[in-house]
């Protein structure tokens, strides 16, 4: 049993429950899909990617996520960068239009992990400026947990992130 069996269980049991209210459902499906990422769970991953599908222009006000970056987390996890990038691209907009500059500041960050990772020299040139976005609205509301990882992130893919020509 992992650390993170009980909480897959508890989200299990709230997805299974027929006369369950649909936002626990949701709910319990978002903490899924986390546990599934945070546990590189593929198959489950998958699930969710298709469970979650649906719902994405929805933001559930007890997570303040955009559940396109969930979905975008999901789909880099299985390796689907295109459809991955296509999620965080949804997350972005709808965190720009809705002005929610906390989970922007997040899904700039998970964004650019999922363009170093999978993307070309032009798309880490792209995860250059979303860490920019995301350090300088984290910096302006204090959001020091994510200002310290977005530093992190940048020393341990410093030469990935390097604007420098091919070559």
């Given at each position: ?129 979303l860490l920019d976005e995301g350090e300088q609205i984290a910096a302006a509301l204090g959001l020091e947990p994510l200002r310290k990882r977005i530093s992190a992130f940048r020393e341990r893919y410093r ?9």
């Amino acid at each position: 049993m992992t650390d993170t069996e009980p909480a897959f269980r508890a989200a299990r049991l709230v997805m299974a429950k027929p006369s369950a209210a649909r936002n626990a459902v949701v709910s319990a499906r978002m903490a899924h899909a986390l546990l599934a990422v945070l546990d590189a769970e593929v198959d489950e991953c998958e699930t969710d990617l298709e469970a979650l599908a649906p719902l994405e222009s929805l933001m559930p006000t007890q997570w303040a996520m955009a559940t396109g970056r969930v979905l975008g987390l999901l789909a880099h996890a299985v390796g689907q960068k295109r459809r991955a990038w296509n999620h965080f691209e949804q997350a972005l907009a709808f965190c720009r239009a809705s002005g929610f500059k906390p989970e922007l500041a997040w899904t700039c960050h998970d964004y650019a992990a999922a363009l170093v990772d999978l993307g070309t020299r032009d798309d880490r040139v792209k995860a250059a400026a979303l860490l920019d976005e995301g350090e300088q609205i984290a910096a302006a509301l204090g959001l020091e947990p994510l200002r310290k990882r977005i530093s992190a992130f940048r020393e341990r893919y410093r030469l990935r992130l390097a604007r420098n020509p091919a070559g």
